[in-house]
């Protein structure tokens, strides 16, 4: 399998491998746009010459952040989220961190690290009742982003047996399991990570991907 | 440092996946190697068996700096072609967990405290020289063969006790009452090829897609290739196994003997057993009077007539089978004319829902039985295996013998002939093996844990490779209350802290897998061996050593039954000019290659039941061979895989097809059983209303020890849990993850519940892993244990479950 020695898990897991899976195989990319939306990729070169990030206000090649979820769109959040830490101290599992200043314009507001833990989508979701801002809002779909089995790298999908990810999954029906085999339903699953942080294959076999384009809710919108 | 070793590790198990993927084949055994590292890479290869269960993969072990950075499947090996399961894939990490132990401890005044190596092994040799008669070896089948010869040695030949046993007891000791009842000698007679052969496989209580998952991909692999195999599963509860099966048949705990015989009396009422085949191979046999109230009968029996026979199986009528096991009469007639066709193939597996089984010896029998007198016996995918959960339980416990009854290469202490031939090959006075037979793991464990004034005759027990102290059943009684006698010491050759170490008085830290050479013997008959490939860490030394020194020891400070009758160390080793090399002292162990010279000494011993082995160096050539190993003409070394069929195996004399030439009954037949069925010795009552089954989990092995040290697997599995059936659950309140406690007439544990998880018990049953030693389930467990092999039964009991708070 190609392998980048300048690619890690870390890396993979924070999306690093995006702009690559995009020069990859063509129909991978095809099915990893409809599970995802294509509004970061899609995004073209400023030709102002100035930084731009995916909703538009920040850098070039910004990549989709993994928020906590009920995030409000990445606009709204940026200029709402007061860095308060309430969210941070709120959860369970301690799955929000600051965003590190790779993150720039973003920096020190809260986001999900696979790499530290999953989200584990706590049904009383503790992070939205902290967030006095509201920019966790209980209004908004607690969709964080959509995890992808990369079949190649699952010891299911190899002719092994292994059933880890849909057992912990804790979204039911977001995993479906077809001869032992598991793939993932885009439109059920909400990007917790849980898949990705139990998965024991040599080689991760779960992508997951932050969302990019949240949806603003109505009532953010009206106080602007 | 460990997480830029593990990115390596990660980067260089190339794993087979890929390969599949890009071959574009949906077989997970088309494979190609993926060994494409640049050249000059400091990245070294070796072949070695995979360190956990008795499947027995090969892995291909790459090794850098001093370290081991990577695993991939092995494509030499036949075993696996390459595949590995997600244990396999991780092995290396095994030896890297942060806690290994690296300096011997003795307790002092409570407390642990580190000594040097002359302290710990003079320690060990005046402890049993004190009283070599109180003193036990328990060891287990991940002792290597030359490991287990050398223990076995020490013990027989040196201290001229038989007071040595070892954990396959508690697993695999009632398949092998089952081989020596039905054929006079132990192990299968088939191979894995069977498994590429059957049109049916049938999994007797046996969960193989989580514990011998590399087979059960070997076999439903098939099925990608386009061929028909069916699967039918035998289970008390929904597995990973059921969910690929095309029969799932559900059963009562313990209903496995009435669902054996019923076919049996299907065979005979329709009189389309194998005629041919019974008369000219088998006898019928039964058990004889009971010799008194408390002693069960010979095990191997008095004859019975075919007619007698089919009057005993006359009661297992597909409807009486239904009322006592729960499979419903058609299915157990669905059986029956399986059993009936000669054009299908017919294998059964089987593992530890028969051995760890009051009646395991009897249901072992009985399906043999089955097999036999259908004649699906002796053809490739016409088998009936058992398989084992350890890399070498049939390597090291069964043919090494380092079990409390036997001597090696299936010589057993009761025959007077035999101890004279182990006394022979090992130079001892006539006489020095004793013929009292030594103590079952079970009895050893609660002798150790009685006052030695109250008939606890048993004062030292050392350990090496296991862990008792998590897997005794009944661990309150058995095991625990060592901790407040104080004349009693334990002694534990371990690599991590555990279960067993938590009470020992001395831990000798010890070197593992491919820190050592090592030989291992899988669940076919395959004797596999591996070189050293890395140091250990810190003082951590070979087991085989602490053995060997410690007989050193003694010697010096003059015990006599260390030398053999010319006055010769037992373990005397020389090299090739003839000048002894102390081997006893560290420095000097790897100064030749030890293992060869005990493996070469002990397969000597193989000859008598024709499990011949090869040479040593056969070995280091190939990915394991099959005994018996029988040298050609021209030299050579050819394996069997199909023993008693003349095809194939050069003991049956020609012209005979078949010949069973250690039968019981003298007349080279092999014996059909008739065992019925009976109520096991706890069922659930009022008080205590649920079943309880324990096993294993996909990702750990055995105690954990191991692969709870291994992120990725600690991750995917992290702790145990209860598994109920849903409308108990809901009967009781209980949701998933809820705590709650369970408990027997023995002890109580608190687990979280899992509904409709991985598996799926039926009402009235629970399911409990045994892999986690925050939660041990084994202080719930019964002690019972089968009369014959002293195997005890981990899968029945009773408990409640009571919510708490």
Not at chain 1, 94 to 111: C, K, L, Q
Not at chain 2, 232 to 240: G, L, P, Y
Not at chain 2, 731 to 759: F, Q, Y
Request: net charge neutral; with cysteine.
């Amino acid at each position: 399998m190609p392998e980048d020695p300048n690619l890690s898990r870390r890396d993979l897991l924070r999306g690093r491998l995006f702009g690559r899976l995009v020069q990859s195989a063509a129909k991978s990319v095809q099915r990893f746009e409809a599970a995802v939306s294509s509004a970061a990729l899609a995004q073209e070169s400023p030709t102002d010459g100035k930084p731009r990030s995916a909703t538009g206000v920040g850098r070039r090649f910004a990549l989709p952040i993994h928020r906590p979820p009920g995030a409000v769109d990445e606009v709204t959040f940026l200029t709402g989220c007061t860095r308060c830490n309430e969210c941070i101290s709120a959860c369970p599992v301690g799955a929000i961190v600051h965003a590190p200043a790779r993150f720039r314009e973003a920096a020190g507001t809260p986001m999900i690290d696979l790499h530290t833990s999953a989200c584990v989508m706590c049904e009383d979701t503790p992070c939205i009742a902290a967030c006095k801002p509201g920019v966790l809002s209980a209004d908004q779909p607690r969709k964080m982003g959509v995890a992808w089995v990369q079949t190649m790298a699952c010891l299911a999908h190899a002719g092994s047996f292994c059933t880890v990810c849909s057992e912990r999954c804790p979204v039911p029906g977001a995993i479906d399991v077809v001869a032992g085999r598991p793939s993932i339903r885009a439109d059920v699953c909400t990007g917790c990570g849980v898949c990705a942080s139990v998965c024991p294959a040599p080689t991760n076999a779960i992508v997951v991907m932050p969302l990019a384009d949240r949806p603003a809710t109505s009532a953010m919108q009206e106080s602007q | 440092m460990l997480t830029v070793d593990r990115r390596t590790f990660v980067k260089a198990s190339a794993m087979a996946a890929a390969a599949a993927a890009a071959s574009g084949s949906n077989s997970a055994f088309a494979l190609t190697v993926l060994n494409n590292q640049p050249e000059g890479s400091p990245l070294k290869w070796q072949k070695a068996p995979c360190r956990f269960c008795g499947t027995g993969c090969h892995v291909m072990v790459g090794t850098e700096n001093g370290r081991v950075v990577a695993i991939q499947g092995d494509q030499k090996a036949e075993v696996n072609k390459g595949l590995l399961c997600v244990k396999g894939y991780h092995v290396g990490l095994a030896l890297y967990g942060k806690d290994r132990l690296t300096t011997p401890l003795l307790r002092k005044d409570g407390k642990m405290v580190p000594i040097s190596w002359d302290e710990a092994i003079e320690t060990v040799a005046k402890r049993i020289m004190a009283n070599p008669k109180g003193f036990s070896f328990y060891g287990s089948g991940q002792w290597t063969i030359p490991e287990g010869y050398a223990a076995n040695k020490f013990v027989k030949a040196g201290l001229g006790t038989n007071l040595i046993d070892a954990n396959p007891r508690l697993c695999m000791s009632s398949a092998v009452t089952g081989f020596l009842s039905t054929f006079g000698v132990d192990e299968p007679p088939g191979v894995y090829d069977d498994i590429d052969k059957c049109d049916v496989a049938i999994m007797w209580g046996n969960n193989m897609a989580e514990m011998h998952p590399v087979l059960f991909s070997r076999l439903v692999d098939r099925r990608s290739r386009g061929e028909t195999v069916t699967i039918i599963d035998m289970t008390t509860r929904r597995t990973r196994t059921s969910d690929l099966a095309d029969h799932v048949l559900y059963f009562k705990p313990h209903g496995d003997l009435a669902i054996a015989n019923g076919i049996a009396h299907l065979m005979v009422k329709s009189d389309k057993y194998d005629r041919e085949f019974v008369a000219k191979h088998c006898n019928f046999r039964k058990l004889g009077p009971k010799p008194d109230e408390k002693t069960a009968p010979d095990m191997l029996g008095v004859p019975m007539t075919f007619e007698e026979f089919a009057a005993a199986v006359e009661p297992y009528t597909p409807e009486r089978v239904e009322e006592l096991s729960g499979v419903p009469a058609e299915k157990i007639r669905m059986l029956g004319e399986l059993f009936m066709r000669r054009d299908i193939r017919i294998n059964s597996f089987w593992c530890m829902g028969f051995n760890q089984h009051t009646r395991g010896t009897a249901i072992n029998c009985i399906v043999h039985g089955i097999h036999l007198m259908s004649g699906h016996f002796g053809k490739p995918g016409d088998a009936a295996t058992s398989l084992t959960g350890q890399p070498s339980a049939c390597g090291t416990a069964r043919e090494v013998g380092t079990l409390c009854h036997l001597l090696p290469g299936g010589l057993a202490i009761a025959n007077p002939e035999h101890r004279k031939l182990a006394e022979g090959h090992w130079n001892v006075p006539e006489g020095r093996i004793s013929s009292k037979i030594g103590y079952h793991a079970v009895e050893l464990f609660k002798r150790f844990n009685t006052p030695t004034d109250q008939g606890g005759d048993v004062t030292t027990v050392w350990v090496q490779v296991t862990n008792p102290g998590q897997t005794i059943p009944n661990l309150h009684r058995n095991f625990r209350q060592k901790k407040d006698l104080a004349d009693k010491f334990l002694i534990v050759s371990d690599v991590y802290p555990t279960a067993t170490t938590e009470l020992a008085d001395l831990i000798l830290p010890s070197a593992m897998w491919v820190e050592k050479n090592g030989m291992y013997g899988n669940s076919e008959r395959r004797t596999q061996q591996w070189f050293k490939m890395v140091e250990p860490p810190g003082d951590a030394r070979d087991d085989a050593w602490q053995t060997i020194a410690v007989s050193h020891k003694m010697m010096e400070l003059g015990d006599s039954g260390m030398k053999d009758k010319d006055g010769k160390w037992l373990f005397h080793t020389a090299d090739q000019a003839g000048k002894e090399v102390p081997i006893w002292e560290w420095q000097h162990y790897y100064d030749l290659n030890v293992d060869e010279r005990l493996f070469n000494e002990y397969r000597v011993f193989s000859r008598h039941k024709h499990k011949d082995l090869a040479p040593y160096e056969e070995y280091v050539k190939a990915r394991g061979l099959r005994w018996p190993v029988v040298q050609q003409p021209d030299g050579s070394w050819r394996e069997t895989r199909w023993r008693f069929s003349e095809f194939d195996d050069p003991y049956v004399a020609k012209g005979k097809g078949f010949q069973f030439y250690h039968s019981v009954s003298k007349d080279d037949k092999a014996l059909i059983w008739f065992r019925p069925h009976e109520n096991p010795p706890e069922m659930p009552d009022a008080e205590f209303p649920f079943w309880l089954c324990t096993g294993r989990v996909l990702e750990h092995w055995h105690t954990g020890t191991m692969t709870r040290r291994i992120p990725q697997l600690h991750r995917a599995m992290p702790k145990a849990y209860v598994e109920m059936n849903r409308e108990d659950a809901a009967k009781l309140g209980i949701r998933t993850n809820e705590v709650v406690t369970v408990k027997s007439r023995r002890g109580e544990i608190d687990l979280p519940a899992w509904i409709g998880g991985r598996g799926d018990p039926k009402p009235g049953e629970v399911f409990v892993p045994f892999f986690d030693e925050g939660k041990l389930i084994n202080l719930v467990t019964l002690d019972e244990y089968d009369p014959y092999s002293k195997q005890p039964d981990y899968k029945k009991c009773a408990v409640t479950i009571v919510r708490k708070g």
